[in-house]
């Protein structure tokens, strides 16, 4: 057996141990049996058959590896998926109105069996559970969530669970554990010594001494635990494991566990002596870790600003060489200006030279250029005075123009009245000549017939 399994809590060895010693006598020889754990995201079923393929599911979400989030009655596997479905303290847990349900996909679920440990309700056993819950909240001043959920929910019954098992065809057989009287002295040393940090090493090695001492012999009578297991079919049901534990305790085993109660009690009286100092020395240390959290803050802070100083150091040891840098660039470019400025110094002086040279020359060409624009000028003064000769005689000729055209209407008058005229006369002519050789007249078409009344 592990040795870490061996200092895990009495109550919780118990359960775990009882189903890996029932599974160890009704498995076959040699076989790996595939296991799934109903509310059991912890995984602790793995440790106690490291053999086996456990694995887990769970309503609430864990940090162990496979775990699959589900919910007891509505299992996620198809029928038969696993050799055998347990529950660990579960049902009790599960809300009254769905305890069916989980039994019920328990049954659907294995193929061989089903194994379902935990307290049922019992009278006794109810009122073991209420002197526990008294015994937590006078003397330790707190509650216990799981315990105020079976108050709330209420314990399951046996009775009905076995009938839920059988109208699925499976065989029960029941498994008691947790002498009654022992568990509840049992937890209440449990938790006493949880209550107090300095006591919890203790706790580990009484869970040792009882794991390994007085499991075997943790039964009869009326006890708080019972495994229920069902088996399917022609798989067989556990009969050596409650044959083969002896309930009598071995009796130096109890001397030393009411040695350790007695050595409490006294712990307990004296606690009213140096509790108050204890409370006080708690104040102390508070005191000092608040002191020292102060400190470490502030040596945080100077951490900080430290590292900034350093940052703002580098930064600026940065800034310098990228300003050495910088210099000896705006230096090489200043040398490479200067000598541009020596060269164009150079080319300024022949520049002037040359500019002198075409000052001169633009100079002559400007007189030369002056002297004929006053030749222009005088050539374009006569020009004007030939231009106004010329539109005097235009508007002359324009005069005799107009006066000749006129004369050429009148001409043209006289000659349409010649013309007409000269028709009247040929008319007249025509006439007489017809006349005189008797044919009828015909005037003329068109124009010829014009001419004057008088005339015809």
Known sequence: MNADLLELPFDQYQRYRLVADILKEVRPKGRKLSILDVGGRTALLRQFLPQDDVTAVDLEMSDEPGLVLGDGSRLPFQDGSFDVVAGFDTLEHVPPARRTAFVDECARVASRWVVLIGPYAAKRVNEAEERLVDFLREKLKTEHRYLNEHRSHGLPSLGEVERT???????????????????????????????????????????????????????????YRHALVGAKGEAPLPKQVALDRDPVANPAATRSV????????????????????????????????????????????????????RTSLKELENDRNRQEEAQAVLC???DGQRNALAQREEDLVASNQLLAGQRMAAEAMEKELREQLEAHVACRQEL???????????????????????????????????????????????????????????????GESGGSEEAR
């Open 384 to 446: 004007m005075e030939e231009q106004a000769a010329l539109q005097s005689h235009q508007v002359e000729l324009q005069g005799a123009l107009e006066a000749r055209v006129a004369d050429a209407a009148v001409l043209n008058a006289d000659l349409d009245f010649l013309r007409g005229s000269l028709r009247n006369r040929a008319d007249n002519l025509r006439r007489v000549l017809r006349g005189r050789q008797g044919k009828p007249y015909l005037p003329p078409r068109g």
């Open 332 to 334: 090489a470019d200043l």
């Open 165 to 223: 098992l059988h109208k699925h065809g499976l065989r029960t057989a029941c498994v008691g554990q947790g002498s009654l009287d022992r568990w509840l002295g049992l937890m209440c040393l449990e938790l006493y010594l949880d209550a107090d940090p300095c006591l919890r090493p203790v706790a580990k090695r009484f869970f040792r001494f009882y794991n390994e001492t007085l499991y075997s012999s943790d039964h009869g009578g009326d006890m």
């Open 258 to 309: 009411l040695a350790l109660a007695r050595e409490l009690l006294a712990l307990d009286s004296e606690r009213d002596v140096w509790a108050p100092e204890f409370e006080r020395l708690r104040g102390v240390i508070g005191d000092l870790e608040e002191d020292l959290a102060g400190h470490k803050s502030r040596l945080v802070d100077l951490n900080a600003d430290l590292d900034g100083h």
